[in-house]
Each structure stands twice: as C-alpha cells, then as structure tokens.
C-alpha cells in the first residue's frame, strides 16, 4: 500500500518539481544515474571477488 502511494506521489510530484526545479532535478538525476553505475559496479566486483575467492579454494 505504501508503494502505491509512493508511485502516485512521484507520478504527480516529479513532474512539478522538474517543472518548478529544473536545476534541482537535474542533479538529482545525474546523481541517481552515478549511484547506480556505481552499484553495478560494485556489485559487479564483489561477483567477481567471490568467484576469484571460489577459485583460489
């Protein structure tokens, strides 16, 4: 239930707050974007890590 609410909250919000602060919004994105890229990263190595780690066993 508190998913749904959150959804509405973004569908109806977002496009004010993008409207009202681009800039704001903009940033928000871009650090969204680089927090992922980053997680995939990361998860990325510790996928590797444990395989490397499984081998060297």
Known sequence: ????LS????EI?????ERDY???AKKTKEYK???EEIIAK???NIEQF???D????
């Open 1 to 4: 239930h508190l998913d749904e």
């Open 7 to 10: 959804k509405k909250w973004e």
């Open 13 to 17: 919000s977002r496009p004010v707050f």
């Open 22 to 24: 681009p800039e704001i």
């Open 33 to 35: 974007k680089r927090k």
């Open 42 to 44: 990361a998860n990325g």
């Open 50 to 52: 444990y395989v490397s």
């Open 54 to 57: 499984e081998i060297e066993k």
